[in-house]
């Protein structure tokens, strides 16, 4: 079948469903597009190329090794600008050949690839090789048109090959999986080299090869690369559970054992499933359609639940694996477009839709019921892909609508002055100081097709296939010279039923206009009516431990005791918290261990229920010119004086930093402070007496900045401010909490624009005001090890807002259950856990879902958290 005809669902646009949208507002809208690429593109040029990223809060380029680690999320930097090439085809396809042909000669004076540094084989093949051989397309297309890069001689190409062989060494090993990182001067083997010993890696990054290295052997005419790829397809495609034709999440790259064996269509697994599709289009092969059909026979007999789509394990595939999806599985809807099967993909695109409008953008990953489940958004564009697949398959106006939607959003709540910055918590609207280049890949190609007419389009894209990574790779390869297929598919899996609803007539999917809205009826009321979770079941007749651990006293000398007989110990941390560890066999009998293994299930099940009730990160909001309320500060509540939450309007006003800083005596500056906000330090005296002398002195709320150098709360976990003790009802003014990196950027803009206005609250406001803030359901951290004889639980006198990132956990030999937790004389307010972002992985269930979490051994939780935990430690080693 020729892959051409693939793509004559794309053709044609049906009749128009509902009020159409004028072509004056469509262009409007594309002109938007593009002065928002402007934005972003320029302010990268401006503050941070040559550097990888830009940082666009600090306003200057993110480069590996200066900046603090942020663990696997930092493969993907190189040194080698990556965000000037993951956007060159971007530049042309947005008719701006000028700043193309600058941004050519650029990378071919600047950029270096033999950097002594490890980046990941997945990102550095979809984002370098796949940047330089869209860029390569685009300037053989412009050279052919006979006006512009005249001066070209495939420069991108060899460059292209360069980088290709130096991903190459990657794949030696027995399976021909390639491993997860490599050295780009020394490869994978020796000392120098500081990789090659890695095991595992996931299916999306073996399995997102193809495309890439397929295209650099046919323009090279060198078939090593292909014949790469094709083996690592071959090996998964071998892998895969029989009985259910599912692959899972990670694999042993020697043994090809599976790790996980978790199976779905998001995070881990997304773009194996793309690339076999995509390769079949691209390449002609017959083989990749066979295999691509048999495996999503499969996801729709198992893991789509309209309009749900649920991870399943592979060898049991009626059971679910998680209660919870993440945000990279938008993109499925847009591959069932170019797979034919369009009543689904409207399905599953409403209700992520409903999802966006409920909370502004997607959160990382979101409940069954559709709550906040990880709360980060880092500008990823996969919803946007699937509603320009969706608007060209229906020509249903409403995707024109969702479109302008995303725009909207991404103006009024990522907007900064600097470029776009990713969303840390889509609650609250802070931000996080990154913008990733995939943005400026991905999200405005998308963007701009959905708006844009044909005579808008330097090129007809119909003749282009598009990466993972949005990168524009010509169907003409599929007839240039190549290596001889692989394996071919056993008889029984050629059967006909396989090319069905492969190439299909979209006006006869759709002879009646209002199919596509009858769809989507039922999902949006879905969406809008969902509920609250029960409680958690509580098994009858379970037995109470002598103290309870909600009237647990860190200074109460009879609970210290009471806790010592039953196994359980205090751990003063150097950072101030307190942690609980029990060990069964130091308790003074069998019971009161039994009675200390109670306690800590107790614990977690206060710290799960607390965390419904206990208040989300607040916002400092720097509204005043030049920031104009578009740089939004992540800040911890105190558990005293005014709750933002209740107040429509929070609390505005300038900024002034208080003498002395550390705000322990009385304010010497108080003539300045009053009717102002004031800033101290954190130390030397508790949070209450430092609220306590500035509203003395005339403050309206306070900002507390911490004293540690070089904390974040990208990397530490936020907290409330506890009280000192007494009664704190006589503090009526609001106090949040900034951690150094934040604390500072609020400083500078002080130090250099003298008058700061800030605004206080509970979320971000106005760019628009929110539509709707739901309470989050995000699990709390757990860790564990490989002993089952003791359990530990931390505690804080701050209560964590966020996870604490794989990085910063604490190293034990027992098992470890980090619930950062207040400790007041009265009570243990619980963790709201947000994990840090990683990719690829599978994980169990969220904490709050389940529904009989008292009847489990502690064991069991600390299996399900673990692998909670895991889950978001790999959630970036496919793609960001």
């Not at 919803?383 to 060209?392: G, H, V």
Request: hydrophobic share 35%.
């Amino acid at each position: 079948m020729a892959p051409v005809l693939f793509l004559l669902m794309l053709s044609g646009a049906l009749c128009s469903l509902g009020q159409a949208m004028s072509r004056e507002e469509k262009l409007r809208l594309r002109n938007q597009v593009v002065e928002m690429f402007d934005h972003a593109y320029q302010n990268y040029m401006d503050h941070a190329y040559p550097a990888d990223e830009l940082m666009p809060l600090t306003c200057r380029g993110r480069v590996r090794g200066l900046e603090p680690s942020r663990g696997d999320v930092d493969d993907a930097l190189g040194k080698f600008s990556l965000t000037l090439i993951d956007t060159l085809d971007t530049l042309v396809l947005l008719n701006k050949t000028t700043e193309f042909e600058v941004a050519v000669r650029r990378v071919l004076k600047d950029v270096r690839l033999d950097n002594d540094i490890v980046v990941s084989v997945f990102e550095t093949n979809i984002r370098v090789l796949g940047g330089l051989l869209g860029g390569h397309s685009m300037a053989v297309m412009l050279k052919e048109g006979g006006q512009h890069m005249q001066w070209y001689q495939d420069e991108l190409l060899y460059m292209a090959k360069d980088i290709g062989l130096r991903l190459l060494p990657a794949f030696n090993t027995s399976s021909g999986l390639p491993y997860p990182r490599v050295n780009l001067r020394y490869g994978v083997s020796g000392p120098a080299s500081r990789t090659g010993t890695e095991t595992d890696t996931c299916t999306a990054c073996a399995g997102t090869i193809i495309l890439e290295f397929a295209a650099l052997s046919r323009f090279t005419g060198d078939p090593v690369f292909e014949t790469h790829a094709r083996r690592a397809m071959d090996f998964l495609w071998e892998k895969r559970q029989r009985n259910s034709n599912l692959v899972g999440t990670t694999i042993n790259i020697h043994s090809g054992e599976w790790v996980r064996r978790d199976s779905g269509v998001g995070a881990g697994i997304d773009s194996y499933y793309e690339y076999l599709l995509k390769a079949y289009i691209l390449l002609g092969d017959d083989m990749f359609l066979e295999r691509f059909n048999i495996h999503y026979a499969s996801i729709m007999k198992y893991i789509s639940q309209p309009p749900l789509l649920l991870d399943v394990h592979i060898h049991k595939p009626l059971l679910p694996a998680r209660t919870w999806m993440d945000s990279l599985l938008a993109f499925f809807p847009g591959l069932q477009v170019l797979k034919g099967d369009i009543r689904p993909a409207i399905e599953t695109h409403e209700m992520l839709y409903q999802v966006t409008k409920k909370h502004n953008f997607l959160p990382e990953a979101f409940t069954t019921d559709f709550r906040v489940h990880w709360a980060q958004h880092p500008l990823r564009p996969e919803f946007a892909e699937s509603t320009y697949f969706l608007y060209k398959a229906t020509g249903d106006p409403y995707y024109l609508e969702a479109g302008r939607t995303i725009l909207d959003n991404l103006n009024r709540f990522a907007r900064v002055p600097c470029g776009f910055a990713a969303m840390k918590d889509v609650r609250t609207g802070s931000h996080e100081d990154r913008m990733d280049s995939f943005f400026l890949a991905e999200m405005f190609k998308y963007l701009f097709l959905l708006f844009a007419e044909v005579e808008d389009i330097p090129f007809d894209v119909e003749d282009y296939i598009f990466t993972t990574e949005a990168h524009l790779l010509p169907l003409s390869l599929s007839a240039a010279p190549h290596s001889s297929s692989s394996n071919r598919t056993s008889q029984e899996e050629l059967d006909d039923s396989n090319f069905d609803w492969t190439c299909p007539n979209t006006r006869l999917l759709f002879p009646d206009p209002a199919y596509p809205r009858n769809l989507r009826e039922p999902i949006r009321t879905a969406v809008d009516k969902s509920c609250p979770r029960p409680a958690p079941y509580r098994e009858p007749g379970m037995g109470r431990p002598p103290l309870r651990a909600q009237d647990f006293m860190a200074n109460n000398p009879e609970h210290l005791e009471l806790l010592r007989r039953m196994g359980v110990s205090l751990i003063h941390l150097k950072d101030g918290r307190v942690q609980l560890v029990q060990h069964a066999t130091q308790a003074v009998s069998a019971v009161a261990a039994e009675d200390g293994v109670r306690f800590m299930q107790e614990m977690m099940e206060l710290s799960s229920q607390q965390q419904k009730e206990q208040l989300p990160p607040r916002a400092i909001q720097i509204v005043s010119h030049p920031f104009s309320g578009r740089v939004v500060l992540t800040a911890g509540p105190a558990q005293f004086g005014t709750d933002l939450s209740k107040s429509s309007t929070g609390v505005r006003g300038f900024v002034i930093v208080a003498e002395p800083y550390s705000g322990c005596t009385e304010i010497t500056n108080a003539e300045y402070v009053q009717g102002h906000i004031a800033i101290l330090q954190r130390g030397q005296c508790m949070f209450a007496e430092k609220a306590r002398h500035i509203q003395k002195a005339g403050a309206i709320g306070g900002i507390v900045v911490d004293d540690n150098e070089g904390s974040s709360s990208d990397t530490a976990p936020l907290f409330q401010m506890a009280g000192d003790g007494r009664n704190t009802d006589d503090v009526t003014m609001p106090l949040l909490f900034l951690f150094h990196k934040e604390g500072n950027i609020l400083l500078e803009a002080l130090k250099e624009y003298r008058e700061v206005e800030v605004l206080m609250s509970d979320k971000a406001r106005d760019r628009g005001e929110e539509d709707c803030l739901t309470e989050a359901t995000t699990p709390t951290s757990f860790e564990s090890t490989t002993q089952t004889q003791t359990s530990t639980v931390e505690l804080d006198e701050s209560v964590s807002q966020e996870e604490v990132p794989p990085s910063q956990e604490t190293s034990q030999a027992e098992e470890v259950i980090p619930t950062e937790a207040e400790v007041s004389p009265t009570e243990v307010a619980a963790d709201s856990a947000q994990p840090k972002e990683e990719r690829d992985s599978d994980k169990r269930d969220e904490a709050e879902g389940h529904t009989d979490s008292s009847s489990q051994s502690v064991d069991e939780l600390l299996a399900d958290w673990r692998e909670d935990l895991e889950a978001f430690q790999q959630m970036e080693k496919d793609e960001l």
